[in-house]
T-cell receptor, first 111, second 113 residues
Framework: QKEVEQDPGPLSVPEGAIVSLNCTYS??????FMWYRQYSRKGPELLMY????GNKEDGRFTAQVDKSSKYISLFIRDSQPSDSATYLCAMTGPGTYKYIFGTGTRLKVLA | GAVVSQHPSWVICKSGTSVKIECRSLDFQATTMFWYRQFPKQSLMLMATSNEGSKATYEQGVEKDKFLINHASLTLSTLTVTSAHPEDSSFYIC?????????FGSGTRLTVV
């Protein structure tokens, strides 16, 4: 079993839809969770950073962490064609700077 | 914000030659930089961690003699792929730790022919 599981997609949605991206993980020690967006042939860029459980909102993006279920989500409201990219989750625990990345979910927002 | 500049963005080289990839932290000092490799439709795989002024720490299965990492200053880390072969063709990305998470370079697409 991989430490972090993420559906690779692709996920196709119409413009304006609410998108839900998810990752599950197995290591209960993970405390820091991030979502990155990666456009084709570019480096990842940080979208959201959360610590422990709870929700965090930034504009159209909301990150949720449910540590009891070992499940994290990224919601994108009013999705735009420019949101089309691969979204990677990443996480780590205390005492290490190594982050474990999910495989990424390819999202296509259709105009 | 913290920016890491990575060059070149793409390179084609002949089999058997060496290629150097540079990563610079532009507006901050990066005592630690990380080098990743990414195959198409796959996630980032950590290759090594470089610390300024000391030897890099390589992940299991990564050939340290093939992937030479140098971190001679607080703003520059380099990855040299020595005696490159077609199987080394991949997307290489550097990153540096910042206050929250990592900041990544734009990546280098290496094609070995």
């Amino acid at each position: 079993q991989k430490e972090v599981e993420q559906d690779p997609g692709p996920l196709s949605v119409p413009e304006g839809a609410i998108v839900s991206l998810n990752c599950t993980y197995s290591n209960s020690a993970f405390q820091y969770f991030m979502w990155y967006r990666q456009y084709s042939r570019k480096g990842p860029e940080l979208l959201m950073y959360t610590y422990s459980s709870g929700n965090k909102e930034d504009g159209r993006f909301t990150a949720q962490v449910d540590k009891s279920s070992k499940y994290i989500s990224l919601f994108i409201r009013d999705s735009q064609p420019s949101d089309s990219a691969t979204y990677l989750c990443a996480m780590t625990g205390p005492g290490t700077y190594k982050y474990i990345f999910g495989t990424g979910t390819r999202l296509k927002v259709l105009a | 914000g913290a920016v890491v500049s990575q060059h070149p963005s793409w390179v084609i080289c002949k089999s058997g030659t060496s290629v150097k990839i540079e990563c610079r932290s532009l507006d901050f000092q990066a005592t630690t930089m990380f080098w990743y490799r990414q195959f198409p439709k796959q996630s980032l795989m950590l290759m090594a961690t470089s610390n300024e002024g000391s030897k890099a720490t390589y992940e299991q299965g990564v050939e340290k003699d093939k992937f030479l990492i140098n971190h001679a200053s607080l703003t520059l880390s380099t990855l040299t792929v020595t005696s490159a072969h077609p199987e080394d063709s991949s997307f290489y990305i550097c990153s540096a730790r910042v206050l929250y998470g990592y900041t990544f370079g734009s990546g280098t697409r290496l094609t070995v022919v």
